[in-house]
């Protein structure tokens, strides 16, 4: 008779089971990534692709995977010209492009363009964050900024020597922006071309240098075709990197303050690192190129800031007519910079 009692018990414990089951709380579910597209527009191995990945890295970590960035070196999502407004549009999340590639669209970060003496990457890119944050101007109304930095200070890089500013003059210069108006008020000749032509313009004489920070000596092998470079501490570029205001809205708050406590901090990595990818570009110019370098009398470090200020005045004269405070940006500038030089010495 004992069977008859098994089955009854074996249903009530099934039973027990099955609601058992039912009543736990289901599983939760893995939070689904959140996917960021990044364009950029200057090849893989150079620094604001390099502060690119670290950037992108470092989300990922902080974030614990929830967001996921895919990087667009070299133009391959859009061109340089287009990033800021690709940006906007939605076609991409993310964008590194150079303000002055636009002339004129960014008057208030446009200062920090300005032969203003920057003698590190370091110092002009917390100068310009600082700005940047100060006047939060309209030129940025449309995107949320995600950091800002610049490149080190332009310098000469020439087939035969420049010891003294009487050797530019009449020197054929590539240069790009505002390195134009720089050479010509310092006596050289400025010649604009893509910097992928300029390797052949050097070697068949159409131009006997360029204008350019030293990393390039390196990155690009321009230590190959011009030996000798000349510190003069010409202007920076600037750069910013944006987010579709649309997708930074779209952000749960925690990524929302993990990028923003980010902001600040890679500006500073970024000129950090290429300050000291400089250092490294000088020695291995020289170890592979016998790549010499000179630095310019005082007497004419002196001269370049007085043929150079025209170039602030006009700045302050232009911005002024739109109703933006000039002389105070210009004065902010400068006080930046030398509040960051003595921190950051």
């Known amino acids: 008779m004992r069977p008859k009692i098994i089955l009854p018990v074996f ?3 099934l039973s027990a089971v099955l609601s058992a089951a039912l009543a736990a709380p289901e599983p939760a579910r893995a939070e689904a990534s959140i996917k960021l597209t990044y364009a950029n527009f200057p090849p893989a191995a150079t620094f604001p692709c390099v502060q690119m990945e670290h950037w992108a890295k470092e989300v990922e970590k902080r974030t614990g995977g929830k967001v996921k960035v895919q990087t667009f070196p070299g133009g391959t999502l859009l061109p340089a010209k287009n990033i800021l407004d690709g940006v906007i549009s939605g076609l991409a999340d993310i964008g590194n492009f150079a303000m002055s590639y636009q002339p004129g669209r960014f008057p208030v970060s446009e200062a920090v363009d300005l032969p203003l003496g920057f003698t590190s990457a370091k110092v002009a890119s917390l100068t310009l964050y600082d700005l940047v944050e100060k006047y939060q101007p309209k030129e940025f109304e449309k995107v949320k900024i995600l950091t800002l930095f610049t490149c080190p200070p332009t310098n ?3 087939k035969t020597p420049v010891k003294s500013l009487k050797d530019l003059k009449g020197l054929e210069l590539r240069v790009a922006g505002t390195s134009a108006e720089v050479v010509k008020r310092l006596g050289g000749i400025p010649v604009a071309m893509p910097q992928s032509e300029t390797p052949e313009a050097i070697q068949k004489g159409v131009v006997k240098g ?16 011009t030996p000798y470079a000349t510190v003069a501490n010409l202007p920076v570029v600037t750069f910013a990197v944006v987010m579709n205001k649309d997708k930074w809205n779209s952000l749960p708050a925690d990524v929302k303050k993990v990028l923003d406590d980010m902001r600040r901090e890679q500006a500073l990595w970024t000129g950090t690192y290429v300050d000291n990818h400089v250092t490294d570009a000088l020695a291995w110019s020289k170890k592979n190129h016998d790549h010499r370098v000179f630095t310019l009398p005082a007497e004419d470090a002196e001269s370049i800031k007085t043929q150079l200020k025209p170039m602030v005045d006009d700045y302050v004269k232009r911005v002024t007519a739109q109703g ?3 002389n105070q940006i210009v004065a902010d ?10 921190k950051h010495k």
């Open 210 to 225: 360029m204008v350019s920070s030293l990393e390039i000596l390196q990155d690009f092998k321009f230590a190959a075709y």
């Open 11 to 13: 249903l009530a414990f």
């Open 333 to 342: 500038a400068l006080a930046l910079k030398k509040k960051h030089e003595q």
């Open 324 to 326: 933006i405070p000039g």
């Open 156 to 158: 000469f890089m020439t």
